[in-house]
Nanobody, 125 residues
Framework: VQLQASGGGLVQAGGSLRLSCAVS????????TGWFRQAPGKEREFVAT????????YYADSAKGRFTISRNSAENTVILQMNNLRPEDTAVYYC???????????????????WGQGTQVTVSS
């Protein structure tokens, strides 16, 4: 599985950005694709993820109510729509995927085998 992330940039606090992750290679109905982020000096943390089968979505508390993850099955892309951005959202955002992840580990970095390159998101105050 290959992942290509795009859509980062610089935005003022309160603004919006839309990240896209293009997925290619061997995928299955059980595939899960999500987003993690890593701020300078911090650990990479879970943001949101989506199951391809059924479309169930999962969010970190910091993302709930502001971010929406979705999948465009025709284009094989996963979108992270980020609204009401805050300076603390500043980080490199990575898309990640795996072909089978249980609910207990859906937000765990090590559960994802495939990673894309990061895209920088900077939110100014």
């Amino acid at each position: 599985v290959q992942l290509q992330a795009s859509g980062g940039g610089l935005v003022q606090a309160g603004g919006s950005l839309r990240l896209s992750c293009a997925v290619s290679g061997r995928t299955f109905s059980s595939t899960v694709t999500g987003w993690f982020r890593q701020a300078p000096g911090k650990e990479r943390e879970f943001v949101a993820t989506i199951r391809w089968s059924g479309g169930n979505t999962y969010y970190a508390d910091s993302a709930k109510g502001r971010f929406t993850i979705s999948r465009n099955s025709a284009e094989n892309t996963v979108i992270l729509q980020m609204n009401n951005l805050r300076p603390e959202d500043t980080a490199v955002y990575y898309c990640a995927a795996d072909n089978a992840i249980g609910l207990a580990t859906i937000g765990i970095r090590s559960a994802y085998k495939y990673w894309g390159q990061g895209t920088q998101v900077t939110v100014s105050s």
